[in-house]
């Protein structure tokens, strides 16, 4: 795997990692929602995931079709350029339900 590729994907590791240990406490969506800190500690880390696919060559992201990286990085781009937009129980269903697939196959694709 080209070195670029390796570092993205380290790199995106790192901050799923952050946003499971910042919400690690938490119970639910409203808590979440109460916590700002917690929040927007994730949503920047969602933004560093999000940018990380860009790093990515195109051989990786046609090899690995099956992911959704336009999701991915256009989850960013609401975080980025409409924050007061942003749904909360979405974040917190993506927190929970999307990010621990991701962060299984990450793991299962970079060199260490």
């Known amino acids: 795997m080209h070195d670029s590729n390796n570092l993205a994907l380290l790199t995106m590791l790192d901050a799923i990692d952050k946003i499971q ?11 979440l929602k109460n916590d700002e800190e917690t929040f927007d500690a994730c949503l920047m880390n969602f933004v560093i995931i999000g940018e990380s696919v860009l790093r990515l060559d195109s051989v990786f992201i046609a090899s690995n079709d099956h992911m959704e990286w336009h999701k991915i990085r256009g989850f960013r781009n609401i975080i980025a350029h409409d924050y007061f937009g942003i749904d909360v129980e979405e974040v917190w269903d993506i927190i929970r339900n999307k990010i621990p697939h991701l962060r299984l196959f990450l ?6």
């Open 21 to 31: 240990r910042f919400s690690s406490d938490l119970t639910s969506w409203e808590d």
């Open 107 to 112: 793991a299962e694709k970079v060199k260490q």
